[in-house]
């Protein structure tokens, strides 16, 4: 159980984090990020990003993962099984499955042993 259900492979004693299965990715989301404008709360063109998870927050266990106040939950992009993945920034909107747009308030990679990144935790309000 748990926020992440895909148990990392132990090799040579360092931790290999397999890659998020298509079958945990089950939502779709819309992303407009935060572009530079005169007065500030301009955002882009909205960009798809598939294969994603929302979880709720309801659902993450207590203690394995400390929310913001107000937050609603964590949605997980994955590197390589989520399609048109990016780093997606804090400040950025959000549509997940058509539904109104939340707001992304913290924008976490988790990186593999070697450096690249296996996924984002994006914690949405």
Known sequence: GGAFP?????????MMLSQVP??????DMEVRVPVEGE?????AE????????FIDQ???R????VF?????GLVVVDARNSEGAFAVPAGSLLSINGAPEVAVIKAVPHRTYRGAVHHW?????
């Open 22 to 27: 298509p079958y945990l990715l089950p939502d």
């Open 62 to 65: 207590r203690g394995a993962y």
């Open 68 to 72: 913001e106040e107000g937050s609603r």
């Open 46 to 53: 909205p960009v798809p990003i598939r294969h994603v998870r």
């Open 39 to 43: 007065r500030g709360g301009c955002f």
């Open 121 to 125: 935790g994006l914690e949405v309000r």
């Open 58 to 60: 309801a659902e993450v």
């Open 6 to 14: 895909h148990r990392p492979a132990v090799r040579g004693g360092a």
